[in-house]
């Protein structure tokens, strides 16, 4: 325990220091990781030693979270739009690359089993450390972005069957039937459904990835409502915890990448109203755990085999990165992605993936590669993903500004916005209301409600309703705070909107707020902290009933309303005066008592001259005073 | 001096018009110049009478710019006439606020210049339409520039229409000259 405690203290310590320093600099928290561990590692200060290794496995799970989160974020239909560049590009970046570094291998000497062995496991790149350093830096909606995104998918599908295929790459047949058990040892220890005839086996396959996706749909939603309905965070929390191990065990189970498994899991849920809530619970469990996986790849780099054989070590990492930088250009030619989105493209995918670690282990147990050359290509792989962020800062500051847009250049629009413009917190009476004229006037919105209940019946009317607490900063952002333009905060506790505005305020200072508010001081309180569309929720139909009570005592419709229309202008504008000193009681009684006066005196004298209003529209009086004589 | 001028801008499906797209854009960065999207500011016809009178004021020409719809201008410039121009504010014995002003109409029609005019399919010609407001005016004790219409919008070509803007922010200068 006290060991578990220590080194746990070593890690955070190392990633609270050197994150901020690198994000300070600009190189993005993943480099500040790396750097992290390299300076914790066994080459520097020694604090932390083999058990570098075992982190690195238990840190993977971050990566498996990540794929769950982007799941969510995307729904099936943009799944469905990616398809081309998922198989196309994707499937040939695998085979280009598979065939480019099997060849250099070749001419290395090697025998052909062990090239293609290669070539198969340098084909991957890291998806920990392209997508978080893409989400960070905002890229992931560019072209590139996409494109990477669907390549990176792409890989995570083949590292199954790289599995399967690397054991029969082995050159000693002899030992074929105790590779055949190592493999199913090591790829997963808790794969029973691997030592099924195969038959059996892709029933198995078919049949989890059924029930993950129906068990998705219909039972998980299900038991979210009754955790949200008890209103306990971090029993959801733990709930979603849950989902995300125990689709990752069931996928081990069957033989699956938990990492795909996740993802389909994220997508399954994506359309389902408890979306934000989930993706905002396992944000920072997967945020902590990437770290984890990005300091021990640093720590694992072996630098006194790098220095022993330092020519060797670099010319493997820039071969690497110009053979699978060289690959992706072409493809990305091919796609006709312009230059400079291109160029981030091959550069962002460059380097070798954390998969590679585990086939390069594989690969050595199962007697595919000998030792010595899987720890020249582990050092090599955890080199080329340190330099993937230089690469990236390179193209960011030298590339990017020079990047000329010729004006037909623009890209389709192949992704459309998934986030909408307008938030609207709180789906009551009020909120339903003003969200069904946004729609109904071709607005979409996104709309979070606490009451899980009110949220399951406005599923099923067909509106769009999210299961999410907007006061909590990390749901509003998951919600698409950053990129809207509008929130409209409805909730009916007059004080849990005043909190949620001053919170939004202070962390989305771009969003115009438009806020509900139950009386005056609400208002006033709304207005004081610099809200400046209030609505005080019972002033309109106060204002409609009476003047339908002017018109049933006689008097004209026109002059009714335009009475109303009147009194509510000066009323508002009365609030707003109010709000200024309404701290100071006296001060607000006093001015209050008079602009009460003026109002009232003001429509008063209409009534001695006749018309509704105080405006001397339409009124001939005066006219008959000066020609009538 | 400058003379400044004041658009009273009134089109109440501004997003679907191509012309007056073009024109406002023509005049809203002119020196001097206030464009007033009186659909804009006052979309319940809640006239702020008060605000309109104090605009009118610190301007010494007054544009109506607006489409011609059913042979008159569209029904909030029609109300702002009706409660802006109070008696004894800008007519009658007292009512000489707006007195040496000039004022200007600026309108589009859909139908061509020939169909304007005695011999035309609608008889009379554009002024003549415009008797109400060019009497108002004169009320007001305001002098009455010649109506400058963009006729035959239906039928216009996008070359057609930005030289109708360009002669558009000519007239708004001329009129802003000191």
């Given at each position: 325990?006290?060991?578990?405690l220590l ?6 310590a190392?990633a ?8 300070r600099?600009?190189?993005g ?5 790396l750097i ?10 020694g604090f932390?030693?083999?058990?570098g290794?075992?982190?690195m496995h238990?840190a993977?799970?971050g990566v498996?979270?990540m ?5 969510l974020?995307?729904?099936p ?7 081309g560049?998922l198989l ?6 695998v ?5 480019a ?11 052909w089993q062990?090239a293609?062995?290669i070539?198969l ?6 998806t920990?450390?392209v997508l978080?350093?893409?989400q ?5 909606k560019t072209d590139a972005g ?5 390549v990176?998918?792409?890989q995570?599908l083949?590292v199954?069957?790289?599995?399967a ?6 050159l000693?047949?002899e030992?074929?039937?105790?590779v ?7 790829s ?5 459904a691997e030592?099924l ?9 078919l ?8 068990v998705g749909r219909s039972?998980?939603?299900?038991i979210?409502?009754v955790?949200?309905r008890a209103r306990?965070r971090?029993?959801?929390t733990a709930?979603a915890?849950?989902?995300v ?7 081990q ?9 996740t993802?389909l899991g994220?997508v399954v849920?994506a359309?389902s ?6 993706e905002s619970?396992?944000e ?8 984890l996986f990005f ?13 022993a ?18 690959v ?12 400079d989105?291109?160029?981030?493209f ?6 070798g993936?954390e998969f ?5 282990s594989?690969a050595?147990?199962n007697?595919?590669l ?9 050092a090599?792989?955890?080199?080329s993903?340190?330099?993937?962020p230089l690469l990236?800062?390179?193209w ?8 000329v847009?010729?004006?037909g ?8 916005e998934e ?11 009020f909120?339903s ?11 979409e ?9 009110r949220?399951e ?14 006061a ?10 950053e ?9 009916g ?8 505005a001053q ?6 200072p ?7 508010a ?5 208002a006033y309180?709304?207005?004081?902290s610099g ?10 139909s106060?204002?409609?009933?009476g003047?339908d009570?002017?018109?049933?005592l ?5 002059a009714?309303w ?15 005066r ?11 009684t ?7 006066a003026?109002l009232?005196?003001?429509m008063r ?7 509704a209003?105080?405006?001397t529209a ?7 005073r000066?020609?009538g004589? | 001096?400058?003379?400044p001028?004041?658009?009273l801008?009134?089109h109440p499906?501004?997003?679907k018009s ?6 406002t ?5 002119l020196?001097?110049?206030t464009l007033h999207?009186?659909?804009?500011a006052y979309?319940?016809?809640?006239i702020?009478?008060?605000r309109?009178?104090?605009l009118?004021v ?5 544009v109506?710019?607006?489409p011609?719809?059913?042979?008159s ?10 409660l802006v ?10 009512g000489?606020a707006?007195?040496?002003?000039t004022r200007q ?10 169909a304007?005019?005695p011999?035309g399919f609608?008889?009379?010609t ?15 004790g305001?002098t009455?520039?010649e109506?400058?219409?963009v ?5 216009m ?10 002669g558009?922010?000519a ?8």
């Amino acid at each position: 325990m006290q060991s578990f405690l220590l080194s746990a203290t070593v890690y955070l310590a190392a990633a609270v220091v050197a994150v901020p320093i690198a994000k300070r600099f600009g190189l993005g928290s993943v480099l500040g990781y790396l750097i992290a561990g390299v300076v914790i590692g066994p080459s520097v200060l020694g604090f932390v030693g083999a058990e570098g290794q075992d982190v690195m496995h238990a840190a993977e799970f971050g990566v498996v979270m990540m794929l769950f989160v982007i799941g969510l974020e995307l729904e099936p239909a943009l799944l469905w739009r990616l398809r081309g560049a998922l198989l196309g590009l994707g499937g040939l970046q695998v085979l280009g690359t598979t065939l480019a570094t099997g060849a250099a291998a070749l001419a290395f000497g090697l025998p052909w089993q062990q090239a293609l062995a290669i070539g198969l496991i340098l084909a991957l790149s890291s998806t920990a450390i392209v997508l978080q350093t893409m989400q960070e830096k905002g890229w992931m909606k560019t072209d590139a972005g996409q494109k990477s995104f669907a390549v990176l998918l792409f890989q995570d599908l083949a590292v199954i069957p790289i599995l399967a295929v690397l054991p029969l790459l082995a050159l000693a047949p002899e030992s074929a039937s105790v590779v055949a058990d190592a493999a199913a040892d090591h790829s997963n220890p808790a794969a029973w459904a691997e030592h099924l005839p195969g038959w059996q086996r892709a029933l198995v396959t078919l049949g989890a990835v059924a029930l993950l996706v129906g068990v998705g749909r219909s039972v998980v939603p299900a038991i979210f409502r009754v955790i949200a309905r008890a209103r306990l965070r971090e029993t959801f929390t733990a709930a979603a915890l849950l989902l995300v191990i125990g689709i990752a065990v069931l996928m081990q189970l069957v033989g699956l990448s938990p990492a795909l498994g996740t993802f389909l899991g994220g997508v399954v849920l994506a359309t389902s109203e408890f979306r934000h809530e989930l993706e905002s619970d396992i944000e920072p469990f997967k945020g902590l755990l990437l770290g984890l996986f990005f300091i021990a790849v640093g720590a694992s780099i072996d630098f006194p085999l790098i220095g022993a054989q330092f020519t060797l070590v670099a010319g493997l990492v820039l071969g690497l990165l110009a053979i699978k930088a060289l690959v992706l250009w072409v493809l990305a030619r091919f796609a006709k992605m312009s230059s400079d989105q291109g160029l981030l493209f091959a550069l962002a995918l460059a380097q070798g993936g954390e998969f590679c670690f585990v086939l390069l282990s594989f690969a050595e147990q199962n007697a595919v590669l000998p030792t010595r050359v899987t720890g020249l290509l582990v050092a090599a792989v955890a080199l080329s993903m340190a330099a993937t962020p230089l690469l990236l800062l390179f193209w960011e500051r030298v590339i990017a500004p020079r990047a000329v847009r010729e004006p037909g250049e623009e890209r389709e629009m192949d992704t459309p916005e998934e986030e909408h413009a307008v938030i609207v917190v709180g789906f009551g009476d009020f909120g339903s209301s003003v969200g069904r004229l946004l729609n109904a006037s071709g607005v979409e919105t996104t709309v979070l409600e606490l009451d899980s209940d009110r949220v399951e019946l406005l599923r099923r009317l067909g509106l769009r309703v999210y299961y999410g607490d907007g006061a909590r900063e990390d749901v509003m952002r998951s919600a698409g705070a950053e990129r809207a333009k509008l929130v409209i905060l409805c909730l009916g506790d007059a004080e849990a909107n005043l909190a949620l505005a001053q919170s939004i305020r202070k962390h989305f200072p771009h969003l115009t707020i438009l806020a509900r508010a139950a009386g005056r001081l609400a208002a006033y309180e709304l207005i004081e902290s610099g809200v400046t569309h209030v609505y005080r929720e019972s002033v309109d139909s106060a204002m409609r009933l009476g003047a339908d009570a002017l018109r049933l005592l006689g008097r004209r419709g026109h002059a009714a309303w335009r009475a109303a229309q009147h009194f509510r202008r000066r009323d508002d504008e009365n609030m707003r005066r109010l709000a200024t000193v309404f701290r100071d009681r006296a001060a607000h009684t006093s001015l209050a008592r008079e602009a009460i006066a003026d109002l009232e005196a003001s429509m008063r004298a209409d009534g001695v001259s006749g018309a509704a209003t105080d405006d001397t529209a339409w009124d001939a009086e005066s006219l008959r005073r000066e020609f009538g004589g | 001096m400058p003379r400044p001028v004041l658009i009273l801008f009134a089109h109440p499906s501004f997003e679907k018009s191509r012309v007056h797209r073009q024109l406002t854009r023509a005049v809203r960065e002119l020196p001097d110049v206030t464009l007033h999207d009186l659909y804009e500011a006052y979309p319940d016809h809640d006239i702020d009478v008060k605000r309109e009178q104090t605009l009118l004021v610190a301007h010494e020409v007054v544009v109506f710019q607006h489409p011609f719809y059913w042979y008159s201008v569209p029904p909030l410039l029609k109300q702002w006439m009706d409660l802006v121009l109070e008696h004894g504010w800008a007519y009658g014995s007292q009512g000489d606020a707006l007195r040496g002003k000039t004022r200007q109409v600026a309108m589009t029609a859909g139908g061509r210049e020939m169909a304007y005019g005695p011999d035309g399919f609608n008889r009379l010609t554009f002024r003549e339409f415009l008797a109400p407001v060019e009497a108002t005016a004169r009320l007001c004790g305001m002098t009455f520039n010649e109506p400058w219409v963009v006729a035959g919008t239906h039928a216009m070509t996008p070359a057609a229409i930005t030289q109708a803007a360009d002669g558009y922010a000519a007239l708004i200068r001329r009129l802003g000259a000191p």
